[in-house]
Every structure is written in structure tokens, then in C-alpha cells.
């Protein structure tokens, strides 16, 4: 297990993701940077790894941002462990499944995170948080292929499991 | 029960984690220097003496223009009626923040739906929770979490924010509540309608004591055609960006 390598990672996008968040993207919107390897991790770790590491990637995420501790940690989490568990009965490693799934998971997680403050049922609510999933999955099936390479290379998810097989 | 417990505890764990909010209600200058640290790493290297006079008169250049802006607007303003009384800037509240304690933006919120700056400066500083944020007369946000020297402040866009503004078209005024939406607008909800349209100024109101009235919060860019019992609902553009703030004001009381 190369948690070091999942750890520094984590620091390295989240130095990233609070000194440059909108730089490429137009109306304040940038995707859920933290969610990303939390699915990641979803894709090809074991299910209880994939949970813990979704939680840390979640805590990270309250610990820069306003959000209360704990909220993020806990989707961030669920949602690795959601697509960790549903990865067997869907084409996991297709681009269009993955991108699809992102989509999904970034519009639940943003809606949990708007229905505790009590907005998810105002129509702004709902028009922002379309978009982030949007270009959440617009970067997922650009980025998996590369992650993929990196994860073979880098060996950042070495000793966890690889489909059906534990490598 | 204990069995099928066991064989979940993975869920159970996560379904705990959602508790930490409630246990840990005072971690929040814990998760402001966590911010910090994260936010310190790519800081920019001090530029050498000879580019700090260039640096120098851009900042003058910019604080001439946002003084010509805001001269503009305030004549805009006084070629509508006579607004002069109700945009007058709240000097009792001035009188007890007379200080301006400068902050640099160290980072940006990690969150896409949420809305916040790190700033530089923090307790040490005389920075405290619910202090309001400024850069010139524009209404920025509020600090929201104070460490040792650091601290961050909700931007109005954020969810979470909701500030007392009115906003003034001609002789009339329409009071609301203005709310943050995650994105690049406001909503300002609550008001009277059939009164203000696109272009005009909204302002911070009266409703709250920790914000100063009449610092200007942004202009209407669109109003709701749906009218609910003579109530509107208007969308604000903030008058500040927040990817462009890059120095602030926090407005604070005299030093303890």
C-alpha cells in the first residue's frame, strides 16, 4: 500500500486547488478537484481503502474550505465507497462509464452538501451545481486514461486490488 | 445486530464521520492554519527592491481608478433623485471600526459550491469572527473563521451568506435579503416588486449591526418576471469578482 505516495497527492492538488481553483473556467465554476481522486481511488482500490482514502480526500477538502468538518469527509467517502462497490456491475473502465459516474456522484455530493444549508430546493441551487458536475466529468474522461498510465508508472495503488484480481 | 454491524463498518464509520460537526464546533482556527499551511507552499517570492516602485504605482494606479469608479457611481447615483440620504455611509458604525486592517488573499476556497478567501492576517492582527470585509467601499464578506495569522473571510457569493441590502432605483427603495448562490451572482430575495431594473445599485441595509449600511454589494442584472404576492426576487452581480480580489480591508473596533 503506497499511502505516502496517495498522501502526498493530496497535498499536492490541494496547494493547487486553493492557489489556482477557477483558472481555466469561466463564471467562478471549477470542478470538484478533491472529488476526483477520492473516485479514482473508487475505481481501482479495494472498497474499504477506497472509503478511507475518499474520507481523507473529503477532510482535506472541509479543512479549505468554509464547509463544516466533517461534511465533505463523509460524502467524499461514501461516494468512493458507492463507486467502489458498484464498479463490478458496470463497464468501470470505460471512459464514458467513469465520466458518467462523476457526473453523478459530484451532483449528489454537491446537493447534500446545498441541502444542509438548506438550499437544494432553490432553482440557483440546482443551476450551479449542474455545471460543476458537468465539467467534474468533462475532466474525469479526460484525465482517467492519464491517470491510468500514472498509476502504472508511479504505483500509487500498487498492493490494492485491480479488478477482480489483487496484485 | 452486532454481526451485521461488524460486516458494515465501513458505512457505520462514514455515517459517524457526519457527526464531527456537532462534536468538534471548535476546530475551525485548526482548520484555518491547515488552509494556511497548504496556501503557503507556492507563495510567490518577494519581489527585489527595483520592482517594488513598479509594484508601488500599480497599486496607486489602482486605487485611482477604483476612486474615479467610485466617483462615478456615486454621481450615477446622485443623476437618479437625490440618493444622497439613503447611500450616506453608516458613520456610526465607522466611528466604532475606525481601523482598516489590511490582509493579502493567500488562497481560494477548495469547495466549487462554496465561497471563501484566506487572508494573511489574523487574531494578532485585531482580526475577529463576523468582522466585515472590504476593498474600498464595496462589501466584500465577512470573516467567518480567525486563526493566530490567518483567517477567512465568506465571500457574499458563498451559499452560506446572507446580508441585509436594498437596492435603489431613482427616488425609490426596495429592501431584501441577499443571498450567495455558490456561483458568479447573488440573489436578493424578499423585495417589493415592480421596483428597481437592470443597472441598479444594490447596497448593504440596516437589518444587521455587524455590517455597516450603504457599502455597495453590486448591480441588478436581472429581475424575476414572476411576481409572488407583490414579492420579487432579483439577481445581483456582485461588484467585485472574487478571482480578482487580491488585497482587503477588514473593517475593525479600536484595538483592546
Avoid at chain 1, 47 to 55: I, K, S, T, V
Avoid at chain 1, 99 to 122: I, Q, Y
Avoid at chain 2, 107 to 123: E, F, K, N, Q, T
Wanted: glycine share 10%; hydrophobic share 50%.
Amino acid at each position: 500500500v503506497r499511502w505516502v505516495r496517495v498522501i502526498l497527492l493530496a497535498g499536492a492538488l490541494a496547494a493547487l486547488t486553493i492557489r489556482y481553483p477557477v483558472v481555466p473556467f469561466r463564471r467562478g465554476l471549477c470542478p470538484a478537484w478533491l472529488l476526483l481522486p477520492a473516485l479514482l481511488m473508487g475505481l481501482r482500490a479495494a472498497p474499504a481503502h477506497a472509503a478511507a482514502a475518499g474520507w481523507g480526500f473529503g477532510l482535506l477538502a472541509d479543512l479549505l474550505s468554509v464547509e463544516p468538518l466533517g461534511l465533505s469527509a463523509s460524502l467524499y467517502g461514501g461516494a468512493a465507497l458507492l463507486f467502489a462497490r458498484l464498479r463490478e456491475n458496470v463497464f468501470s473502465d470505460h471512459r464514458y462509464t467513469q465520466a458518467v459516474a462523476a457526473f453523478l456522484l459530484t451532483l449528489l455530493v454537491s446537493l447534500a452538501a446545498l441541502f444542509r444549508l438548506e438550499l437544494a430546493e432553490e432553482s440557483f441551487a440546482l443551476l450551479h451545481c449542474l455545471p460543476v458536475a458537468f465539467l467534474s466529468a468533462l475532466v474525469t474522461g479526460a484525465v482517467f486514461p492519464f491517470f491510468v498510465v500514472a498509476d502504472d508508472t508511479l504505483g500509487i495503488f500498487r498492493g490494492f486490488r485491480v479488478g477482480d484480481r489483487r496484485v | 445486530v452486532l454481526e451485521r454491524v461488524g460486516r458494515r463498518r465501513i458505512e457505520v464509520l462514514l455515517a459517524l464521520s457526519l457527526l464531527l460537526p456537532i462534536g468538534m464546533p471548535h476546530c475551525a482556527p485548526a482548520a484555518t492554519l491547515v488552509a494556511g499551511l497548504f496556501a503557503a507552499v507556492p507563495a510567490p517570492a518577494p519581489p527585489p527592491p527595483d520592482e517594488r516602485g513598479a509594484e508601488n504605482e500599480a497599486q496607486a494606479a489602482l486605487v485611482q481608478r477604483l476612486t474615479q469608479e467610485n466617483a462615478r457611481l456615486r454621481e450615477r447615483l446622485f443623476a437618479k433623485g437625490d440618493p444622497a440620504k439613503l447611500v450616506a455611509l453608516d458613520t456610526a458604525f465607522f466611528s466604532r471600526h475606525p481601523r482598516r486592517i489590511e490582509a493579502e488573499v493567500r488562497g481560494r476556497d477548495s469547495s466549487p459550491w462554496r465561497g471563501s478567501l484566506l487572508l494573511s492576517s489574523g487574531r494578532r492582527a485585531g482580526i475577529r469572527e463576523g468582522l466585515p470585509v472590504v476593498v474600498g467601499e464595496t462589501l466584500v464578506g465577512t470573516i467567518a473563521e480567525v486563526g493566530e495569522a490567518i483567517s477567512r473571510v465568506r465571500l457574499l457569493t458563498d451559499p452560506g451568506s446572507r446580508v441585509w441590502g436594498f437596492v435603489l432605483a431613482g427616488e425609490e427603495r426596495a429592501d431584501g435579503v441577499v443571498t450567495g448562490t455558490g456561483g458568479d451572482h447573488l440573489v436578493m430575495d424578499h423585495v417589493e416588486a415592480g421596483i428597481g431594473g437592470p443597472g441598479d445599485i444594490v447596497f448593504t441595509g440596516s437589518g444587521d449591526e455587524r455590517i455597516p449600511r450603504g457599502l455597495l454589494v453590486g448591480t441588478v442584472r436581472r429581475m424575476d418576471d414572476i411576481e409572488r404576492n407583490g414579492i420579487a426576487e432579483i439577481e445581483v452581480a456582485p461588484a467585485i469578482r472574487a478571482e480578482r480580489i487580491w488585497i482587503v480591508n477588514v473593517l475593525a473596533p479600536e484595538e483592546e
